[in-house]
């Protein structure tokens, strides 16, 4: 992004039924290795914009799947634990979850199915991205703004950004390094804000902190 101005984009993922269906877990294995990427990225992030009431406590439709149908609680909790934040690609995320499902039908004495009805229905997801019209060339009033963003515009330009800028960054560090250096403490702080286990909510007031902190911090707030 540079020095250009700040885009305020908005975004949607729109499900998409892939056909394909898994009623234990060795089916669901074999599946998962060919299936499309998108399928992964919406079934582990996918939860944030559209959020699950049932199974709060997993963080992932593999792992909701896991413990609702399959009643496999080792693996529910050992896939919700997974952060696809840490990874370098879908694939690598891909290949964890693969390595999971194996060493637990490895240590089964049968492979665990579901009832029929409680198939796991890989979905993948298509971004659909709106553009607000707004734009913002000073970070401080880009500061203001952040507690007025759509919970898409938080996860377009934090979560989604990651697939798209090419040291795999948030839209909002993209943005600031431009800036010849001034703004690296704070780039630093966005930089260390995981945004998987947490909400959009959360995760726009953790997002907002990081720009307030710095804007308040003395002689950093005054030469913005």
Same mark, same amino acid.
């Given at each position: ?8 984009? /908005?975004?949607?993922?729109?499900? =998409? &039924? ?9 089916? %669901? +294995? @074999? $599946? ?36 609702? /149908?399959?009643?496999?609680?080792? =693996? &529910? ?9 840490? %990874? +370098? @690609? $879908? ?42 019209? =707004? ?57 260390? =804000? ?31």
């Amino acid at each position: 992004m540079g020095n250009q101005p700040f885009r305020i984009l /908005d975004c949607a993922l729109i499900a =998409i &039924a892939t056909g394909q269906k898994a009623q234990n877990l060795r089916e %669901f +294995r @074999d $599946i998962l290795k060919n299936i499309h990427s998108g399928s992964i990225y919406y079934h582990f992030w996918g939860g944030l914009l559209h959020p699950h009431f049932d199974e709060p406590e997993f963080q992932n439709d593999f792992a909701v799947w896991a413990a609702r /149908d399959l009643h496999d609680l080792k =693996i &529910a909790e050992e896939l919700s634990i997974i952060d696809p934040n840490i %990874f +370098r @690609d $879908i694939d690598d995320l891909r290949q964890e979850v693969i390595e999971i499902i194996e060493e637990r039908l490895y240590a089964s004495e049968h492979v665990p199915w579901v009832k029929a009805g409680h198939e796991f229905h890989f979905i993948r997801s298509q971004i659909v991205i709106f553009d607000s019209g =707004i734009t913002y060339d000073n970070p401080r009033k880009l500061a203001e703004a952040i507690p007025k963003m759509s919970l898409g515009s938080i996860f377009f330009h934090f979560i989604d950004a990651r697939r798209r800028t090419p040291e795999s960054k948030n839209d909002f560090s993209a943005w600031l390094s431009g800036f010849n250096d001034k703004y690296t403490s704070m780039i630093s702080g966005l930089d260390e =804000i995981d945004p998987y286990f947490t909400t959009l909510n959360e995760l726009r007031q953790e997002i907002y902190n990081v720009f307030n902190n710095y804007f308040k911090g003395g002689r950093n707030g005054k030469s913005a």
